[in-house]
């Protein structure tokens, strides 16, 4: 089915360890962005892509770093992962400016 | 202040009940969305509005741009109802979604 694909959906990690989170969508949409969630909290915007080639921070960026690969995949990188990492990761994509969203189904990060 | 607030933050009705969820915000939007979070954490976009009304199926949203607020309305709700639903605006300084925290609907049979 087309859409957002995020992998992995679930993930422990220790304090320290690095990884990387995964999008890609099939709909040929032109920006994509990555939210982190936590409790009691709105969504925030972790990085964003406006188009393929381009990547800019959002509130939250410090820990993170993301790449652009090809329009259809947009990568979140935790290099040195810290406790206060731990929450939901959303990507989502739209085709662009007064178009609607699709989130991807989320990644739930737990760093120990 | 966020500059997007929802109400009520937790809402429980009972099956075939009215539901009215409201959002107000303090920036200057394009447009403002209603998003749908089931358990098991899954988004889906319900709306896009920029001016007056969106219906689909049992939802009906509406917007009030001079008074800055948005209403989402639930018809005759039913249990499969129940999630959280967000609303979020086109509003940041880098033309990305700021969102409210989330009203948590519970609709028991």
């Known amino acids: 089915n087309a859409g957002v694909t995020q992998t992995p959906k679930f993930q422990v990690l220790k304090t320290g360890q690095s990884m990387t989170l995964q999008c890609a969508q099939d709909?040929?949409?032109?920006?994509m962005y990555w939210y982190r969630q936590d409790p009691g909290m709105g969504l925030r915007l972790i990085y964003y892509?406006?188009?393929?080639?381009?990547?800019d921070k959002g509130e939250v960026p410090n820990g993170y770093n993301v790449s652009r690969l090809n329009k259809r995949e947009f990568s979140l990188r935790l290099e040195s992962a810290a406790p206060s990492q731990t929450s939901v990761y959303f990507c989502?994509?739209?085709?662009?400016?007064?178009?609607?969203?699709?989130f991807g189904s989320g990644t739930r990060l737990t760093v120990v | 202040k966020n500059e997007v607030e929802q109400s009520p933050q937790n809402l429980t009705a009972q099956e075939g009940e009215f539901i009215t969820i409201n959002c107000s915000y303090s920036?200057?939007?394009?447009?403002l969305h209603w998003l749908q979070q089931h358990p098991g954490g899954g988004i889906v976009s319900l709306f896009m509005?920029?001016?007056g009304k969106k219906k689909h199926g049992r939802l009906i949203a509406t917007i009030n741009i001079q008074e800055k607020h948005s209403s989402l309305h639930i018809t005759a709700s039913h249990p499969r109802d129940s999630a959280v639903y967000i609303c979020?605006?086109?509003?940041?300084?880098?033309?990305?979604?700021?969102f409210g925290k989330g009203t948590k609907l519970s609709v028991k049979p």
């Open positions: 989502a994509s739209k085709i662009g400016v007064n178009y609607g969203y699709t």
């Open positions: 709909m040929n949409h032109n920006s």
């Open positions: 892509s406006a188009s393929e080639g381009t990547t």
């Open positions: 920036v200057g939007i394009s447009a």
């Open positions: 509005l920029s001016s």
């Open positions: 979020a605006v086109n509003g940041g300084s880098q033309g990305n979604l700021i």
